[in-house]
């Protein structure tokens, strides 16, 4: 059974940059029908897909976000990361990890989630 | 601001049936697959439907999906109380470089 597990701090400070990684464990990540993605929820609120990446380091970003976001892929390691750059309070968010399908880019697997506040 | 709209709410008896709309346009819905998730507060998001209408394994055939031009329905029969949850369409969107778009969510509550 694929798990992933998202790890990083829980507490940023304004204007600083937010990392997170996520561990895959169950399976091997370089499979060319999957992607891995990054999804966040503001407390409250719906979900907002942040980016997805292809094993081969390949990335899509939303366009909301792309100036501030970018992902990278360790599969030696089973992990995918994600960076924020000049966060504000509006990043505060669930961020959860997920493997998409390339295919038709449904997660069938997430991550628990880690929740991540942006504040001084 | 998410380009799939959903009801808000929605609500039945255990037992009923509801059904949740996902209003997109030709640039998601009516080009690309869409999924649905079920999210329990405090829990990640479960994969319910792909492909517009099909279940994961391990997933009731009470719950069904459908896809008609630029929007889709899912349906949840012999409603129970831990269907009670947050509810969201999923696809890709193929306008400006393309992303993934969620729809704006709907509560489902079991009176």
């Known amino acids: 059974q694929l798990q992933l597990r998202e790890s990083g701090p829980g507490l940023v400070e304004p204007s600083e940059t937010l990392s997170l990684t996520c561990t895959v464990a169950?399976?091997?990540?370089?499979?060319?029908?999957?992607?891995w993605a990054w999804i966040r929820q503001p407390p409250g609120k719906g979900l907002e897909w942040i980016g997805s990446i292809y094993y081969s380091g390949s990335t899509y970003y939303n366009p909301s976000l792309k100036s501030r976001v970018t992902m990278s892929i360790d599969t030696s390691k089973n992990q995918f990361s994600l960076t924020l750059t000049s966060v504000t309070a509006a990043d505060t968010s669930v961020y959860y990890c997920?493997?998409?399908?390339?295919?038709?880019?449904?997660?069938?697997?997430w991550g628990q989630g880690t929740l991540v506040t942006v504040s001084s | 601001q998410s380009v799939l709209i959903q009801p808000p709410s929605v609500s039945a008896a255990p037992g009923q049936k509801v059904t949740i709309s996902c209003s997109g346009s030709t640039s998601n819905i009516g080009h690309n697959y869409v999924s649905w998730y079920q999210q329990v507060p405090g829990t990640a998001p479960k994969l319910l439907i792909y492909d517009n209408d099909k279940r994961p394994s391990g997933i009731p055939d009470r719950f069904s999906g459908s896809k008609s031009g630029t929007s889709a329905t899912l349906g949840i029969t012999g409603l129970q109380t831990g269907d009670e949850a947050d509810f969201y369409c999923?696809?890709?969107?193929?306008?400006?470089?393309?992303?993934?778009?969620f729809g704006t969510g709907t509560k489902v509550t079991v009176l």
């Open positions: 999923g696809t890709w969107d193929n306008s400006l470089s393309g992303l993934y778009v």
């Open positions: 997920a493997r998409q399908e390339a295919r038709n880019w449904s997660g069938h697997y």
């Open positions: 169950g399976d091997s990540m370089i499979k060319t029908s999957y992607f």
